[in-house]
């Protein structure tokens, strides 16, 4: 699982989908052609969309690698 964490990949990825999902939940009402009203499901999509985005950020920037184990 630590391996998984540390592809860059992985982060990137995480990044992507949560500000993919974040944008979307905002912008679905004026594509469907009505006025922005946010329901709730858009709100807890904009919450998780935020949250993937910035665990995908601390994974990619901020979150150093763990040193190789030597067994």
């Known amino acids: ?8 990949r992985v982060a990137y990825a995480l990044i992507v989908i949560g500000v993919v999902l974040a944008v979307l939940s905002i912008v679905i009402d004026p594509i469907r052609g009505y006025d922005i009203h946010m329901a709730t499901i858009q709100i807890v999509a904009l919450i998780v969309g935020i949250i993937v985005a910035l665990i995908g950020l601390y994974l990619a920037f901020v979150r150093k690698p763990a040193p190789p184990s030597q067994a």
């Open 1 to 8: 699982m630590n391996r998984l964490l540390a592809d860059k």
